[in-house]
């Protein structure tokens, strides 16, 4: 932010970047000066300073600020830089000031449980649920909210496909869960910010919308068999309990083939996780651990005890013996999802004929991306070259003056 702010480096990646629906220099201001104010915000600075470094001071990431105050006046663009900086205030007020690494990570880990803690519900909670917490491994590796993640590596690590991701990168943008900063192009993945949506509107992320009767967006969409439930209430109010969850290891079972949705589905993992988390629990105490109806839990323990996932004593419910001695996450620096069975995960996937699910997904894309690099070389190599730009001799210039002098008169003279 200091590059940004003294030496004006990335405002290129401000204007080009953002999901906001504006144009032209009045968007890029607004992105510049937002970025600068949210900075200061979190750092504890005040108003004042903000607008001595961008209005007072010659520094090069307020030349779009000035460019506003004179055009339209220095009162203008103080008001719009006090509205700008009282949003940043609001937006950060809830979290510590970030000066060094230690602040970030302890930020993230507030935020980890803000994510934890809400109620996400429906099959669009679940996806947006493991979508934070996919972005958050990222986050705690790179030790900061900001992070590079393309919507198919997400896929690819959520266990979904490349719309759904998009689907749930929408919602998480509306909401203010996230935020993207620059995006993404060939062979560059778009840059987001993690963040925590106002007080009032996080309640309107994953949950449809009650008014809308089409698609994977109608109310009750796949909530029965053949047919459609009144949507429930989606805030979080004083009834609403956090799901009892290892999340950690349920964020390392989405991507499972075993855990797609033609496999034991997202539920499972969560059944799984709920038992990581306190084992040895009946029906009725996993449906309130994960936050889905008991009916749904019991036909995925039905599952699991068929897969020799779970077993039950009694009315009580455990995990396999041996099941989490394996690690459920791949090793870090494989980014490939395995092709061959390498263990009990890899196995219950074989049983349900959905095994290599992950490695399919993995070569279209890759297909993909080799077909679309060729496409673009041959493009280049067959694009018509630009002429080059013609150049007037003092001829030219001559006969210019002179015609210029006949007919317009001796005063419009053609100058080189």
Sequence with gaps: MRALVVEGVGVERYREGG????????????????????????????????????????????????????????????????????????????????????DAMAALAELRIAVEVFPWERQAGQTDRANLLYRLGLCELAGGADHEVSQRQLALGIGVSESTAKRSDKRLEASGWLWRVEKGSAGASSKWVLGRPRRGSADVVSPVDPNCQVGHEAPGYLDGVNRRHAPSTTSAGPADTPAELDFRLLSDLMARDAFRARGLGKTAAEVVAALAHRDGQTAVELAASTGRHRATVHARLARLMEHRLVVKLGELYYLADGLLEAPAKRPRGSRLPSWRSVDRWDEVASDLDVFGAGYRQWCLYAFDRIAADDVYRRVREHARPAWPATELTDQDWAFLNSWSADFEGADRVVSA
């Design 19 to 102: 999901s906001d629906g504006g144009s032209g220099a009045g968007r890029d201001t607004h992105r510049v000066t937002s970025a600068i104010a949210f900075a200061f915000a979190r750092a504890g600075a005040d108003r004042l300073a903000l607008r001595d470094v961008l209005l007072a001071s010659p520094a090069p990431g307020g030349a779009l600020l000035r460019d506003l105050a004179h055009a339209k006046g220095h009162d203008h663009a103080s008001k719009y830089l006090d509205r700008v900086w009282r949003r940043a205030v609001r937006v950060t007020g809830e979290s510590a000031p970030i000066r060094e690494r230690r």
